[in-house]
């Protein structure tokens, strides 16, 4: 009986951590951040830990938007609040940055949304 035991403690554990990391991997394949400024789209870009650089320059002010393997943050704003350089890395789908004063809007979405899509079209 105590055997039996060990044995199904062995077998959740083992099933739990297999889950674990084909949901982590999955979550983290896909995923998209996708930009926006002034409500309109500026840009989508593969978090796959590719270090880009992106300089966003509007009328509005400047924002530089790093993305690498740590997710995607804001470095440097010209904005008055700096509430967006303060946020540091997302990484995670469903997670934003904004920066009220420019109208900027950094989102990242997920493979489920992605599947969405395919399957609608
Ligand atoms: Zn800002």
Redesign the pocket.
Known sequence: MKRLDIYLIIAVVAITSFLFIQFTLQSEDNQEVIISVKGEEYGRFKLDGKHTVLDIETEL?Y?KVILDDNGVR?EE?D?P?????EIGFIHRSGQSII????Q?VIEIVGSSDADLDGISI
Request: hydrophobic content about 35%; proline content about 7%; charged content about 15%.
């Open positions: 002010g924002n804001i704003a904005c609040d700096h509430d967006c350089v920066c009220a004063p420019h900027l």
